[in-house]
């Protein structure tokens, strides 16, 4: 008795709940199982995020909340962030073998994986968040991303979309192609290969990372995400221009990978409570990201000083004319990629008379 509860005063209290209810026969329960009703089940979810994050850190946090709310307490989830259990880009294996229940992060640093991959975040040229959220949910966009991660043992979910990001920060004007030559940028995805096109070095590295490797020089250039992200992390302090428009990035879709054996281990409605739980997430970083950014737009460019650029015609055109050709090589990758490709370039090509005719006829509209 007396060594269970120091145990348990120790800090044990979660190794003494799980072997409450067994060992004890009975006789004894802590605090922590006499609150708790047997049949709860404790999820790990492991983030590429640092702590807390704003928005994506913060996401996941929003989705363990609403797991546990939705369930009326039956579903626990423990967040780690980036490095706590394991490190960022660990989150995909961690879940896959089934040590965390739960992760949350971007498909596009799994394409080690699987080519495909990079095609459920974001696409250079690709698709807006509105038109992913559709690809995704009304097209074929979710059945091929659950096929590829299948072999895994993981089912997908979108949870959480960024909008279109900013091209990022560079210590030198961009006039030209020619001056993405030679660049060591963290790029990751497949605006990384196409910035290899143009003669330039990608790197991808966490979030966590960025700010050490600009200043240090490391790197000379890195994106991030946008002014919200980028000026929590004070890449200001660390480069002198930020470029616009984010056309490596333009909706970045967030992921919840769930280990599908945990997740078939769950009574129907909690499976439905842990998907659906995934696309309130989804819906509501898209529009706190919008909140905020442009907050934080002026923020970096009155306190702060930013200067804020837009990547000239030419160069975007060049980078366009790249990104198809990258597209089309990582396509004959494999019969799955080439799949999903299909899929998403086809759906491209339908929507956008229709993202024409209303959210750019109206955005020119409305000057
Ligand atoms: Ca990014």
Redesign the pocket.
Known sequence: MNRRHFLTAAGFAGAAALVGCTSDKGQTTTAATAAQPAEVVKWKMVTTWPKNFPGLGTGAENLARLIHEMSGGRIEVKVYAAGELVPALEVFDTVSRGTAQIGHGGAYYWKAKHEATQFFT?VPFGLTAQEMNAWLFYGDGLALWQEVYAPFGLVPMPCGN?GV?MAGWFNKEIHGIADLKGLKMR??GL?GEVLRRAGGTPVNLPGGELFTALQSGTIDAT???GPYNDLAFGLHKAAKYYYAP?W??PG?TMEAIINKAALDALPKDLQSIVLNACKVVNADMLAEFMARNNQALETLKKEHGVQVRTLPDDVIAELKKLSDEVLLEVAKHDPLTQKVYDSFTAFRARVKPWTDASEVAYLKARG
């Open positions: 974001s960024t990001q790029i990751p605006g994106e991030w995400v984010g490596h990035e970045s």
